[in-house]
């Protein structure tokens, strides 16, 4: 089992919590897939995509909890990052955390108890 975090408005994840599934945000469907990042790669993932927005949260997921099967594959730094290809139900998710952001740094802050 491998812990894979998605980085979610909380706009995006009241919606998804009404429909029972995430099925992405425009980004994600223009991929067609859902983007993930490991515990490394998330506040990299924050910085680049993310950077300055106060109203995100980050879902944990097993990847033995989802239906469709991930594909690793290259992106960012030619690291191989998780994708879905489907949806994501809301069951998937056994964790949901805010992610705020540092006063001084404007950064965000992620649980001190990521791996």
Known sequence: MTV??????????????????FSG???DLRDGFIHFSTARQAAETAARHYA???DLLLLYVRDSDLA???????????ELFPHLYGSLPVAAVHRVEK???????GRHVFPGDMP
């Open 25 to 27: 945000t425009a980004h």
């Open 99 to 105: 992610l705020p952001l540092d006063s001084g740094t």
């Open 52 to 54: 300055g927005r106060a």
């Open 68 to 78: 469709s099967p991930l594909k690793w594959e290259k992106s960012r730094n030619d």
């Open 4 to 21: 894979i975090y998605r980085i979610i408005s909380a706009g995006d994840w009241q919606a998804a919590q009404a429909a029972g599934a």
